[in-house]
């Protein structure tokens, strides 16, 4: 069985510039979650998707957004990227979300903001 | 606020001891999960628990909900145990939250 799968593995983008950032779960998961992993705060939630449904948000600002599509595949989208915004994405897919099923992790996305 | 706290923050160990990382929150918890992270950014997912006591190998994870706490337990540790290991409850709403993480080095 294939795992999560990530794309791509490595962006370099421009502040004011907006990215994409894949994620195909595992086949038959239906939740995926995103993470923002950063050296001065660790790992953070940012949101999970089930169904297509988003379900929770973290703190995040409104230019972080999400959406899962009926095959389960999930795309995160950030616009108007800051320095700030250069981190490790990770996401996760489960069977039924965090509260009640193991996680399997991607490789992440490491976005770079110069 | 729901809070996480984990310790050691870093652990250094010789090969062959018996490891514990111990991890407290403040509320109460859906589940808990333990996961695993080498240098280079990939997250292992090694146990979720609710209650009670899994083992899985060398590697046992333990749940008090009285208490708040949870432990992970690595026995006849080995240098391919070093990593960071991080606690990761969820308060019941599909939403995580982390621990700072236990930076695990295992010395042959």
């Known amino acids: 069985k294939a795992g999560v799968t990530q794309t791509p593995r490595y962006l370099i983008k421009t502040r004011g510039q907006q990215v994409t950032l894949s994620c195909s779960p595992i086949?038959?998961?239906?939740?995926v979650s995103w993470y923002q992993q950063t050296p001065g705060q660790g790992l953070q939630f940012l949101f999970e998707y089930f169904s297509e449904t988003q379900r929770n948000k973290g703190n995040f600002p409104g230019r972080f957004s999400g959406r899962q599509f009926s095959n389960s595949r999930s795309e995160m989208n950030v616009s108007t990227l800051e320095l700030g915004d250069s981190a490790l994405y990770l996401c996760a897919s489960s069977l039924g979300g965090p509260t009640n099923s193991p996680l399997h992790f991607g490789n992440g996305t490491r976005l770079t903001v110069t | 606020k729901n809070e996480v706290e984990q310790s050691p923050q870093n652990l250094t160990a010789q090969e062959g001891e018996f490891i514990t990382i111990n991890c407290s929150y403040s509320?109460?918890?859906?589940?808990l999960h333990w996961l695993q992270q080498h240098p280079g950014g990939g997250i292992v997912s090694l146990f979720m628990?609710?209650?009670g006591k899994k083992k899985h190998g060398r590697l046992i994870a333990t749940i008090n909900i009285q208490e708040k706490h949870s432990s992970l337990h690595i026995t006849a540790s080995h240098p391919r145990d070093s990593a960071v290991y991080i606690c990761?409850?969820?308060?019941?709403?599909?939403?995580?939250?982390f621990g700072t993480g236990t930076r695990l080095t295992i010395i042959p």
């Open positions: 509320v109460g918890i859906s589940a």
């Open positions: 086949s038959g998961h239906r939740s």
């Open positions: 628990l609710s209650s």
């Open positions: 990761a409850p969820t308060f019941g709403n599909e939403k995580l939250t």
